[in-house]
């Protein structure tokens, strides 16, 4: 299933609100316990009989073609849960990796990964966050993370941007353009 094909119809501020909700949910409702179950799950989050229960709260009124993303984005939010969460603007998951020290060669893997192999990588991503205390948007990563495959491939370049791209001094401006979907 690609992009084109489960996400296409949902309009930009239908998936922003679905994306609001989504991490209010994750913020608010999850316990200690649902972040312990959540953190052991496996690859496959949504087909793990252990969390249905956690999953069905955080996305019961969510449209279907979301879910399998929505479950995965849970777990990496429970192997991060100690990583404070702000609304940083323009939060780019590329610099904050490189500003904690992963290796290019992981990066690069990252950034060439499928959306069939993307769990697996991600979850090596998020315990490396975690491990760092990095200061995580997760609206950004949750809008990111539904937009792999996107055609055009644009998260991945805005990733790349922040890992690879020379630090801007403060006089110069960045153009920047916001993607749903």
């Keep these: ?8 119809h949902i309009k930009e501020d239908r998936m922003s609100d679905y994306i609001r909700k989504f991490v209010k949910r994750l913020n608010d409702d999850l316990r200690d316990t649902d972040l312990s179950r959540l953190r052991r799950a496996s690859n496959d989050p949504s087909n793990d ?20 993303s929505l479950d995965l984005i849970a777990t990496l939010y429970a192997l991060a849960y100690q990583c404070p969460e702000r609304n940083i603007e323009r939060f780019n998951l590329g610099k904050t990796l490189k500003d904690k020290g992963w290796t290019d060669l992981r990066f690069r893997a990252l950034l060439n990964t499928d959306r069939e192999n993307l769990n697996f990588r991600l979850r090596q991503v998020f315990k490396f966050i975690n491990s760092k205390g990095a200061v995580l948007n997760w609206e950004t990563i949750t809008n990111h993370i539904l937009s792999w495959s996107h055609p055009k491939k644009w998260v991945q370049r805005t990733w790349a941007e922040g890992f690879f791209a020379p630090e801007l001094s403060d006089n110069q401006e960045i153009k920047e353009t916001h993607h749903v979907n």
């Design 1 to 8: 299933m690609g992009f084109i094909k489960s996400l296409k």
């Design 49 to 68: 009989p252990r969390i249905f229960d956690i999953l069905a709260r955080l996305t019961f009124d969510m449209p279907k073609q979301l879910k399998t």
